[in-house]
Structures are given as C-alpha cells and as structure tokens.
C-alpha cells in the first residue's frame, strides 16, 4: 500500500514573456519572467537536460512521466542541438502520466503525440518506452500500467521516494487545464482522494476523451522534481488560484495539490498565464 507522503515543498514560479526574465520569490517559491514562448522553450529543456545529466550520474538512468496536451510541443527544443546529441536518451525511461484508453495510433493517444512530437526525433530505446495496452479496459489499462511500474521499481529503474513505497520518478512533466486539472486529475473527482494505488482510471473525463488512466497525487507528489508548464490567458483564473495566496476562499484546485514531499517543483509560464499573479511592474522594462 502506498503511504502518502505530507506535501512540504514549495515551488519555483518561471514566468516567460518577451520583456525578459525577473525572478521573484514568494510563497510559492521563485517567479521567473522569460522572453516569449521561444525564451521557456530553451528554459524548459535546459532544465530537462540538466536533471537527465544528473539522474544518469547518479543512477544510471532517468525516468521521466509525461502528460499531453500542449506539453511535448513546448519540449520541441530537445529536438535541436545541442540536446539532441547531448543528452543521454539511451538512458532515458519514459512513461506517461496519463493516458487516453485509446488505439496508440489514434489521433488522441499521449504515445502518438509524444511519439510524433519527440521521442520519433530523438535516439531514445524503444523497449524503454512504457506506453499502455491498449487492448485493455481503462480498469485493466491502469492495473497493467502498476504492475509494470512496480517491476521498474523493484529493479529501480524507477527510484522509490524516501519517506514511502511510492515511485519516485526523476522528473514528472504536467499541463494544467483552465479548470486547474492536472493528469487526468479533474476538481471535485474522487480519484483526487486516491492514496492506494499508483495508478487509477477514470471514465468520464470532463475534457474528451471520457476514458483515461492516470497516476495519483501520492506518486505525483513523490517526484525528485515536478514541472507544471503552462500557456495562454485562457490559464490565468486557475494559475491565479493554484500559486496566488487567494486561493483558500475559491476551494482547492489539482494543481494546487501538487506539493513533492522531498522533491522540486518549478513553474514554467507564460506572461499570459502569469497575467493575474504579476504586475507589469516586475518586468525587466522597468
Ligand atoms: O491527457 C491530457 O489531456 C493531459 O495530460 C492533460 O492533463 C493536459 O496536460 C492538460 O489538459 C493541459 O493541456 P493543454 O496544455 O493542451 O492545455
């Protein structure tokens, strides 16, 4: 059984705009202004890169969690030089936070997306990408996706956290939606409350399609290192609610429930998602 482990870290806020970079720390850890989308493009696979470097010294191996959405096209820089020759890749484990319980070659499948996006593109080992069975119900899908999860951690291709038997990856990447879901982590769905299994499923997913698998706040909040990556003003309610201090008297929101208990967790924005948590005053024109 997984203990959940009690949320302790703060996070580190990146905000990247085309008025350059300021850094201000605050409850929720440091907010950092970019230039542009291009600008948290190179940021986000720097810092990509710089923890593969640092897993692959120290264990041998990197295992990484990926979402969909908007995500892998904000990777693309791990694409390009240098990272596509400097990077590790055959040392690589790549699983996906969730998944839509879909053919992996259709047009809604996370595999497809990352697959299309970058893992085509780099020179990842294919036997060290862990994408569902996709023959399977979404109950089934998510017990196969545990049980292998399980054989990496037993081996330890996957680390286990500290302080619980929960799998401590490397680096878990996530979106958030306008709702302030993260995963296939909605507000107000029970599976939020999940503290047994690693992985769970849902079948009626307000964002299509209804059926998905998903990994649980424990094993979230178990990570070495967490990055929420978001963009565009559509975002700035839920931002404004998941980092601002205001947020106690809107209820809580998934991605404010990301909180590692032993790991980092950094926020790569955009200025238009960042646009209800800062002030034009902190740009770098001033
Ligand atoms: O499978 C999914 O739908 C994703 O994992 C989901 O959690 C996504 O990350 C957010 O919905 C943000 O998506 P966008 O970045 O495309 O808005």
Not at 159 to 179: K, N, Q, R, T, Y
């Amino acid at each position: 059984m997984a203990d959940s482990c009690d949320a302790k870290s703060k996070g580190e806020v990146r905000i990247h705009d085309s008025k350059g970079e300021v850094r201000i720390h605050d409850s929720k850890g440091e907010l950092r202004i970019h230039d542009s989308i291009d600008e948290l493009c190179l940021d986000l696979a720097d810092y990509v890169a710089e923890l593969s470097e640092a897993a692959v010294k120290e264990r041998g191996f990197f295992a990484i969690a990926l979402s969909g959405g908007s995500l892998i096209s904000l990777m693309k820089k791990l694409c390009e030089p240098p990272y596509h020759k400097t990077v590790d890749w055959a040392k690589w484990h790549i699983f996906w936070v969730d998944e839509r319980v879909v053919a992996k070659n259709h047009p809604d499948s996370n595999y497809k997306l990352a697959k299309d996006g970058l893992l085509s593109k780099v020179p990842i080992v294919p036997s060290h990408v862990y994408s569902i069975n996709d023959s399977l119900t979404a109950e089934a899908a998510a017990e196969e996706y545990e049980f292998v999860l399980r054989q990496l951690v037993k081996t330890r291709t996957v680390a286990v956290c500290e302080s619980c038997d929960c799998p401590g990856f490397d680096l878990i990447l996530l979106g958030m939606g306008p709702d302030g879901h993260i995963a296939s982590l909605f507000p107000n769905h029970p599976i939020l409350d999940e503290k047994d299994e690693w992985v769970t499923f849902i079948t009626d997913s307000p964002k299509p399609p209804p059926e998905r698998i998903t990994f649980t706040l424990p094993v979230i909040n178990s990570a070495a290192n967490v990055a929420i990556v978001v963009t565009g003003g559509e975002k700035a309610d839920a931002i404004h609610l998941a980092i601002g201090d205001e947020m106690a008297t809107h209820g809580l929101i998934p991605a404010h429930l990301v909180a590692p208990s032993h790991g980092n967790l950094v926020w790569f924005l955009d200025m238009a998602a960042a646009s209800k948590i800062v002030d034009s005053s902190q740009s770098t024109d001033s």
